[in-house]
């Protein structure tokens, strides 16, 4: 299976959603390289029991590939989410 490109929509925000992801995954107590947030993927595999290793992961279910993005991305949504219901909030203020 081919692998899939992800590309955000907003042109310039790779590098705030990577400081994102490590002070979101700071915060979930996991030690994180600024300059290589995604490699906390490893760690989090390890924590919940999964063989995720660098290169080819393709015989990794999909199960065990939802444990780890959904310990990742999880967390992520809801800082998301307040982040946006804080900037509603100041522009209800203004």
Do not use: W
Request: glycine share 12%.
């Amino acid at each position: 299976m081919a692998r899939r490109s992800r590309r955000l929509l907003v042109t310039g925000a790779e590098q705030g959603v990577k400081d994102l992801k490590a002070d979101v995954m700071r915060r979930e107590g996991y030690a994180v390289d600024p300059n290589h947030p995604d490699d906390v993927k490893y760690e989090v595999a390890k924590d919940v029991g999964v063989p995720l290793q660098q290169g080819d992961n393709g015989d990794l279910q999909t199960e065990e590939a939802g444990r780890v993005g959904g310990k990742i991305g999880g967390p992520m949504v809801r800082e998301m989410i307040r982040i946006a219901q804080e900037q509603l909030v100041k522009q209800q203020k203004k």
